[in-house]
Structure formats: structure tokens, C-alpha cells
């Protein structure tokens, strides 16, 4: 009979108790949970500003909230979702737990440091909260001058401090990844044994830190106006809000590769294992993750199309949007190639991966229709925007993000969740997101424009079908909340290696202890090498076939 | 290579001897970038400015803080920020030097006037 | 993570100790340069757009009191450089010396600095509501730090650059703001770094630098030096635009 895990005796999670162990703690993975706490509450605070725009939207002639509420309404969810969920949510939790079970290190390169960038996130998102209880935000969460620095009566200066401080949360996991990666491999883990989620995070450490520095500087000289009366961007004093514009998307264009990669990762993990196959192309995937980062810092001005900015510059970069597209669309066929001749299980973090895939296309490609000059000039700054991010954003990154939760979930807890229950979930998700986006679409390309509180009453047939759509999402998302928290008190016991997945941190014990290897392992394997691993307990010839009595356990369902 | 450096690395002391001569140097260009700032050079005293800047700062870079004896990655990290930077300079310069005439709108970086509305004297 | 002497416990050996804190602040060192390349843009398209608000402003600055800065903060990198050399070699009792002359070198820097920022608080030459580049011009009596000479030089080039540019008032404060943006990032950065020196004084007075391990003295002179290095590139930038008039 198969074998009942056991439950291991001491672990990361009852090593020390007390309240200062946690907020002291410079244990990786403690600072991970950390993370999740508080970015799930922004995610929250995000969520909710989301349901006031789609409550509103239900009437055409701006009936639940003025024009000014209502651009506040905007602006937070951007803030919140952007800056305290998008950005820090796979790196900060996924990324902080996993990258040194997945090198084999002890810790991060840099543990206090780790401590800090939580800290760090804490107080530029008190700031923020601050500024939305005391009057909100109302210039987008692109904070165009002079609407910012000079003429809105929101609370920018708070929201600007806190935007800024917790950039610095950014460059200091980054750094500590990028260093973490360099200088603390166990023996053996070569470069190119490493798992495709730590080529990502790689990949986007290096955006962090060239990228995050330059909107430091960028909302620091915006605060300095606002506060100080200095002169950049203000016309008024021959300043130029254009250079904002330059400078502020030199960094939120790359941020967006900051939200997506780490959901690649994830991904890249996701397929193999539950495709029980070895990934297609590693090397052109982990290539790929280096070229979206870098060619990603060179496509910034296509948010600028429309503000009479130079034509020629305008070619270059549509040009090179264009270009960007390709190493995403690389990793795509990786991914389906991966698929090809697999054993396929449809466990609930392959539905968040083949959910990824689909929508991750469409965001992708509709990408295009934007990056190209003449249609952008129809469909900037209507709903056709707001469905192609969100897409990528919410279709693709948080289906990464959810879908890493549920198939790392028993490894930071140590307990499975509910399978069926999770796999309705995620139905219910897919559903609700595309009622929720899809009309977007539709709605860009009649003419609808972000951004605006009342709309053309034809249009109204569509935002009901978006904000109905949103209210099923809504539910797909606090299903899982509630589940994964009742599981990892009350869920089944895992084992060390439930799938089984063929990375480093399946090799330790779930949870893992404090130090998490016993000894330092010495890697002599390759990644997702499925026919090489007689410790997963698979079918010896094909690496694929039913787990047979004796090995490691399925988690009760195959 | 797993942990290890990328190669047996033993830290190269640079004498005091080295010091001197750099600090003696700078001074002396510090004396030169202001004394060329006197000199009408027209549109080329940023230029001079400029490379003069540079050299001191590439000698502190190589011999104040040891980049001439680093690994090859540390290097490798210098080069790609001063990369990274002349790409934000340059790439949004190139947007604002190649607006052309049109329409009778003019462009102050290529027309050098100065068309922006003034709300306050 | 405990420590067992100099070695943390996530590390096996204090080279790697030592490899990963120095590959840590370079790293962080190109988030500088990131940071300060962003206000530099900045000063950049507005210095070409407003070339004469902008030299006029930068003849406003005293270059003896910007080039002193420049020599003081050099030989700060001098002593900084020949403390981390004291601690690689092991003299003892040199490091101390040389990190309290680094200090006393920032002091004097921030001296200067402080006399520079008063004065143009005094000629109402900060950007705002009361800002006036022909302040000192038109009221001589106010501005008794300057001589007769001067403010007839001053007087000259304020009208031809009021020729070249006829919003040179508006225009100026564009300078005046990069000037005390970039200075005063810089300052903020120097009382960082003034901060570290003054740790690693107390750490070295306890003789936590040897030979073996000195990666503290090591990675904070690069700070210092990357501080250096912004304010080579600030002088001739703020002071020097167009001294040739």
C-alpha cells in the first residue's frame, strides 16, 4: 500500500514562536508568508476599488459616483494592484520562498536585507493607504503632470512618498536575488540546471534594479514640485510633461515584464511537471526571459504615441514593440510544445497554467494592434487598453500567481488543499475573468475611452456584461482564499513531494526546516528530467504511467 | 561552477604610490575643466566638460574602487548600469531632436525657440 | 542566521561572504546611477531648451566655493581609498586616521555647501513665489556679499541673456530646480555616507578590521566613491555651463 507522509516534527513554521519570531525573523520563508499577509490585503483594498468602477459602469449616465470620485476610484485600484500586488506578489512570496530551496541554499544571500524590503513595503504602503483615506488620488495611477504636481486636489504627496518607498522594496529583493543566484548555487547547480522560475525571477531582479531607480527619481522630482515649487515638468514655468511621460513609462513599461516573468516562471515549472515531460527548449526559454528584460527597456515611448511625440521615434519603438513580442511568443511554443507527447493530469495548477496560456495569447496579441501606429491612434485610451492589460495582467499574471500558490501550497504548508473545490474555483475564475474582459474588447473598438465616468447609453449592454463578469471573478477569487487558509491548518497531509515535481525544494521536507537541507545537496541531475529520477517513484522507461503501490503517493485522486 | 567565484580569486592590494598619482591627476584635471570652461569653444564645451568628467570618474571607478583588479562580473555590472543610462539619455533625446516642422508647429530642441504658452510672467 | 565570528550562517566561507556583499553594493551602485541618470535627463533637455536661463544661472554660482568642493571631495576618495588600503594591510592604527579624515573632509564639503544654499536663500534665488534673478542687481544693498564689480558683471549678462531669452525670470527657476534637486540629492547622499564612516570609525577604534575580513571599509568606500563621482559630473555641470562671457 502506498505510504502515508508524515507530518515532519520541526519545521520553518514551529521552530520559534511568538510574535517577534515573525516580525523579526530572517528566515526566508517566514518573510515570504509576511508578504502574502500583506499583499493579500492590498490585493483587497485593490479589489475593492475595482467593484466601485464596475458598480458604477452598470449606468451609462454616471449615477453611483461624481466624475471626481470616480477618478479616484480609477487611480487607487491602479496604485494598489500595480505597486502593492502585481509587482511583489510572485517575486516577494513565491520567489522569496523557493529560489533557496530551489539553489540549495540556506537562505537568501542577504537576509536582513530580506527583512528590511518587507519593512520597507510596509511603510510606502502605510503612506499610500494614508493618502487614500485622506482626500485619494485622482490623477490615474500615471500621475500625467501638471494634473499631479500642480492642479489636482487629491493626496498626491503622500501617495508619491509612498510609491517611492516601497520601490526601494523592489531593489532590494532584486538585488538580493541577483546576488543570491550569482554566489550561493549548492555544488553542482550549474547554470543551466536551474529551474526556469529562477531564470525568471533572474531575469526580472535585473528589470527591478535598472528600471525601479529611474520612477524613484521620477515621482521624487513630481514630489519635489508639488511640494517645493521646484520647476521640470510644469509648463508654467517652461517645464515639459512630456519628459514625465518619458520618464515615468521609461520604468512602467519594463514593470509590466516585472508582473509577467515571474509568472512565466511559475509556468515554466507548472507544464513539465504536470506534463510529466522534460520542458522544450530550456535554453531558448531562459534566453527568452533575458530578452523580454532587456528588450523591454526599449519600447517605453509606445505609450506615447498620441502626444505628438517625434515620428520617427514613434517608428522605432513601434518597431521594437513589435520585437518584444517575439521572445514571449518563443516561450509560448515552448510551453505548448511541452505539452506534446506528455502524460497530461489536469490538477488544479495545470487548469491556472492552461488558463495562462489561452489568455496570456489573446493579451499578448492584442498587444499588437496597440503597438502598431496607425490602429493605436483609434484604440489608445479606450476600453481596448483596459482589456489587453488586463488580460495579461490578471489572465496571465495572477493565473501564474494562483496557480503557483496551489501547486507550492503543500510545500509551504505541508498540507494539500481541497482539489475538486479548487479546480471549481478556477473554473468559476476563467468564466467570470472573460465575461469581466472580453466585452472590453468590444468596447474599445466601438469607442468607448478609459477613464471616463458616464459613457454612450449603447454602449451600456456590454458594461453589464463586464460588471456581472467581475462579481464572478470576485467569487473565483475568495474561494481560494478561504480554502487555502482552512487547508493548511486542516488539509491532508502532503509528503515531501506530492506531484511528484522533479525541483530541488521537492527534496526536502514539506515544511521545510529552518535551515531547509539537512546537508547541502550536490546536484547531479538535470531540469525536469523525469527519466533520470528513480527517487520520484515514477515508471522507470517513460517516466510517464499511474503511480504504482509503493511509491511516492498520489495526493488521492489520480 | 556552483558557489564559487567565477575564478580563484585572490584580492590584489593596490599600493598607495597608485592613490597618489590618481589624486594628483584628478586635481590636476579639475584645474584643466576650468580652466577650458573660460575658452569660448561654442556647442563644444559640454563636449570637453563632459569627456573631462568622464576620465576622472573612470579613474576613480578603476583605481579607487578596484574595478582594474575585479572579476570579469563585476566589470560586467559597471558596464551594463553606464549602458543602461546612456540608453535613458540617449533614447529620449532621440525623440525630442527628431520632431521636425509641421504644421507650423514648432520645436524648440531642433528650432531653438521657445513657443510654449507662458501663464505666469 | 547566527554568526559564527565574522562569517554568517547562510555562507560557508567568508569568501563568499565577501564576494556576495561586494557584487550586493555594485549592483545597488548602478540603482544610483539609474537614479541620478533620471534627474540628469531631466537637466539635460532643459538646459539645451533654455541654454542662456541656464547659464545665467550657473554665473550666479561661486566657483571658488564649487571648485573647493570638487578638491575636498577628491581627496576625500584619496583618504577613503588609503583606509581601505590600511585595512587590507593591516595597520591598525592608520584606518581610524584616515576614516576620520574622510569625515572631516565631509564636513567641510557640507560647510561649504551650507554657505552656498544660505546665499542663494538670501539673493531670493530659490525657485517660488519671490524668485528674482535681478534680486541682487536691483538691490545692491541687500546683497552686500557681492561686490560693486560683480553686480555690474551680473548686471551685463543678466541683459543679454533677458535678449536671448525674454522669460529669463520664468526660465531660470528651471535651473534653480535641477541646481538644488541634484545638490541636494547629492547632500542627502553624502549624510548617508557621513553616517557609514562614523560605523565603521567605531568599528575600527574596536579593531573589527583586519586583514582577513575588512568587506565593511571595503563596501562602504564604494559607496563613497560613487558619492565623488556624481558631484565630478555636478561641478561642471552647475557651475561651469558658460563661464566664457
Known amino acids: ?359 496570456f495569447l489573446i493579451g499578448g496579441l492584442t498587444g499588437l494592434f496597440l503597438g502598431c501606429l496607425g490602429t493605436d491612434i483609434h484604440i489608445h485610451d479606450t476600453y481596448f487598453v483596459v482589456a489587453h492589460f488586463h488580460y495579461i495582467m490578471v489572465g496571465g499574471a495572477v493565473m501564474g500567481y494562483l496557480g503557483g500558490l496551489h501547486f507550492w501550497w503543500p510545500k509551504i504548508t505541508g498540507r494539500m488543499y481541497p482539489e475538486w473545490l479548487a479546480r471549481i474555483a478556477a473554473l468559476i475564475l476563467f468564466v467570470g475573468f472573460n465575461l469581466t474582459f472580453f466585452p472590453q474588447f468590444l468596447l474599445g473598438y466601438l469607442g468607448m475611452p478609459r477613464r471616463y465616468h458616464v459613457y454612450p447609453p449603447e454602449f451600456q449592454v456590454y458594461n453589464v456584461m463586464s460588471t456581472a463578469g467581475a462579481s464572478i471573478l470576485a467569487i473565483g477569487y475568495l474561494l481560494p482564499m478561504i480554502y487555502l487558509t482552512w487547508a493548511a491548518f486542516f488539509g491532508k497531509v502532503a509528503g515531501d513531494n506530492p506531484w511528484p515535481a522533479t525541483g530541488l525544494e521537492w527534496k526536502t521536507p514539506s515544511p521545510p526546516p529552518t535551515e531547509n537541507f539537512e546537508e547541502t545537496p550536490v546536484v547531479t541531475w538535470e531540469a525536469y528530467d523525469f527519466h533520470n529520477r528513480p527517487d520520484l517513484g515514477l515508471d522507470a522507461p517513460t517516466g510517464h504511467g499511474p503511480h504504482h503501490p509503493g511509491a511516492v503517493p498520489a495526493h488521492g485522486h489520480d | 561552477m556552483s558557489h564559487e567565484p567565477e575564478h580563484s580569486y585572490t584580492e590584489h592590494i593596490v599600493a598607495p604610490h597608485v592613490y597618489l598619482a590618481i589624486i594628483l591627476t584628478l586635481v590636476a584635471l579639475t584645474a584643466i575643466t576650468v580652466w577650458a570652461a573660460f575658452i569660448d569653444l561654442g556647442r563644444f564645451n559640454i563636449v570637453v566638460a563632459l569627456v573631462i568628467a568622464t576620465t576622472k570618474a573612470s579613474l576613480v571607478v578603476l583605481y579607487f574602487m578596484h574595478a582594474k583588479y575585479s572579476h570579469r562580473r563585476t566589470q560586467l555590472v559597471i558596464v551594463a548600469g553606464i549602458f543602461w543610462l546612456a540608453l535613458l539619455l540617449f533614447m529620449t533625446l532621440s525623440d525630442y531632436i527628431s520632431r521636425i516642422d509641421y504644421r507650423g508647429v514648432r520645436f524648440p530642441m531642433t528650432q531653438n525657440v521657445d513657443t510654449r504658452p507662458v501663464l505666469r510672467g | 542566521m547566527h554568526r559564527t565570528g565574522a562569517l554568517y550562517g547562510q555562507f560557508k566561507t567568508l569568501e563568499q561572504q565577501k564576494d556576495s556583499a561586494s557584487l550586493g553594493m555594485w549592483i545597488f551602485l548602478v540603482t544610483e546611477v539609474m537614479f541620478f541618470g533620471g534627474i540628469m535627463l531631466a537637466y539635460a533637455i532643459n538646459r539645451h531648451v533654455y541654454y542662456h536661463a541656464f547659464a545665467m544661472g550657473s554665473n550666479t554660482l561661486s566657483l571658488k566655493l564649487g571648485g573647493t568642493n570638487t578638491i575636498v571631495l577628491l581627496a576625500s576618495s584619496f583618504t577613503m581609498a588609503m583606509g581601505v588600503w590600511s585595512a587590507q594591510t593591516g595597520k591598525r592604527k592608520l584606518l581610524p586616521l584616515f576614516l576620520s579624515l574622510t569625515i572631516l573632509l565631509g564636513f567641510i564639503f557640507f560647510g561649504i555647501k551650507y554657505v552656498e544654499y544660505a546665499q542663494k536663500f538670501h539673493h531670493h534665488l530659490v525657485p517660488g513665489a519671490s524668485f528674482d534673478i535681478s534680486y541682487c542687481v536691483n538691490n545692491p544693498s541687500k546683497c552686500d556679499d557681492i561686490s560693486p564689480e560683480e553686480l555690474e558683471i551680473e548686471g551685463n549678462l543678466i541683459a543679454q541673456a533677458k535678449a536671448a531669452e525674454p522669460n529669463l525670470n520664468s526660465h531660470a527657476q528651471l535651473y534653480f530646480s535641477s541646481y538644488f534637486g541634484m545638490t541636494g540629492l547629492h547632500a542627502l547622499h553624502m549624510v548617508i555616507g557621513v553616517g557609514l564612516l562614523f560605523w565603521l570609525l567605531h568599528g575600527s577604534l574596536k579593531g573589527r578590521f583586519t586583514p582577513e575580513w575588512n568587506t565593511p571599509v571595503d563596501i562602504v568606500g564604494l559607496y563613497w566613491h560613487f558619492v565623488d563621482i556624481v558631484w565630478i559630473y555636478l561641478f561642471p555641470l552647475l557651475y561651469l555651463i558658460d563661464r566664457h562671457k
Open chain 1, 1 to 359: 500500500m502506498a505510504v502515508t507522509p508524515k507530518f515532519p516534527e520541526k519545521h520553518y513554521l514551529n521552530q520559534t514562536y511568538g510574535i517577534r519570531s515573525w516580525l523579526l525573523t530572517t528566515d526566508h520563508k517566514r518573510i515570504a508568508l509576511l508578504y502574502l499577509a500583506s499583499v493579500t490585503f492590498f490585493f483587497f483594498i485593490g479589489g475593492f476599488f475595482a467593484m466601485m468602477i464596475r458598480l458604477h459602469l452598470l449606468t451609462p449616465n454616471g449615477y453611483l459616483l461624481s466624475a471626481d470620485t470616480y477618478n479616484k476610484m480609477f487611480t487607487m485600484h491602479g496604485v494598489a494592484m500595480i505597486f502593492f500586488f502585481l509587482i511583489p506578489s510572485i517575486p516577494a512570496i513565491l520567489g522569496n520562498f523557493l529560489i533557496p530551496l530551489m539553489i540549495g541554499a540556506k537562505d537568501l544571500a542577504f537576509p536582513k536585507i530580506n527583512l528590511l524590503s518587507w519593512y520597507v513595503y510596509i511603510v510606502g504602503g502605510t503612506f499610500t493607504l494614508y493618502s487614500m483615506v485622506t482626500g485619494g488620488l485622482d490623477t490615474g495611477w500615471t500621475f500625467y503632470t501638471p494634473l499631479s504636481t500642480v492642479y489636482s486636489n487629491s493626496a498626491v504627496a503622500p501617495a508619491v512618498i509612498g510609491i517611492f518607498i516601497t520601490g526601494f522594496s523592489s531593489i532590494l529583493t532584486g538585488l538580493n536575488f541577483l546576488v543570491t543566484i550569482h554566489t550561493m548555487r549548492a555544488p553542482g547547480m550549474t547554470w543551466f540546471r536551474l529551474p526556469l522560475f529562477v531564470w525568471a525571477h533572474y531575469a526580472t531582479s535585473v528589470v527591478m534594479i535598472l528600471g525601479t531607480p529611474v520612477v524613484a527619481i521620477t515621482l521624487g522630482l513630481a514630489g519635489m514640485e508639488r511640494l517645493f515649487g521646484l520647476g521640470f515638468f510644469n509648463p508654467a514655468m517652461g517645464g515639459d510633461p512630456i519628459l514625465f511621460q518619458h520618464l515615468f513609462w521609461f520604468y512602467s513599461h519594463p514593470a509590466v515584464y516585472i508582473m509577467i516573468l515571474p509568472a512565466m516562471g511559475v509556468i515554466s515549472e507548472l507544464i513539465p511537471t504536470f506534463a510529466r515531460k522534460k520542458l522544450f527548449g530550456y535554453h531558448f526559454v531562459a534566453a527568452a526571459s533575458l530578452a523580454i528584460a532587456v528588450i523591454g527597456f526599449l519600447v517605453w515611448t509606445h505609450h506615447m504615441f498620441l502626444t505628438g511625440q517625434s515620428t520617427y521615434a514613434a517608428l522605432a519603438f513601434s518597431f521594437l514593440t513589435f520585437l518584444v513580442a517575439i521572445p514571449s511568443a518563443v516561450k509560448t511554443f515552448n510551453w505548448t510544445a511541452t505539452l506534446f507527447g506528455g502524460s497530461i493530469s489536469f490538477d488544479t495548477p495545470m487548469l491556472y497554467a492552461f488558463g495562462f496560456l489561452g489568455l
